[in-house]
């Protein structure tokens, strides 16, 4: 029974320590992404509006623009017509 919870706390270090080491790097991007939407620094804003407007024309070509456009007139649009309706 010993060597079966040996084998088993040897088998839950070894995956422990694999997932430590695969997660280690993005230590890294979680700082500088807390330092980022803290606006640690001032350049911070601008490089996050630039960026921005770089993802624009792939989320675009994807279509996913356009479907927030659509559900955003499809609200207002409903929005203006229960307005219509208070005030026939």
């Known amino acids: 029974m010993a ?3 040996n084998r088993s ?3 839950l270090a070894a995956e422990t320590a694999s997932l430590e080491e695969q997660l280690q790097g993005w230590g890294e991007v979680m700082l500088m992404a807390d330092k980022v ?4 620094r001032a ?6 509006m630039v960026t921005s407007l770089l993802l624009l024309p792939g989320l675009n070509q994807h279509g996913i623009i356009s479907k927030y456009i659509g559900m955003a007139k499809r609200e207002i649009n409903k929005l203006l017509k229960q307005k219509e309706k208070k005030n026939e």
């Open 9 to 11: 706390s040897n088998l």
């Open 37 to 40: 939407l803290r606006w640690e």
């Open 43 to 48: 350049w911070f804003p601008p490089a996050i």
């Open 3 to 5: 060597e079966g919870d």
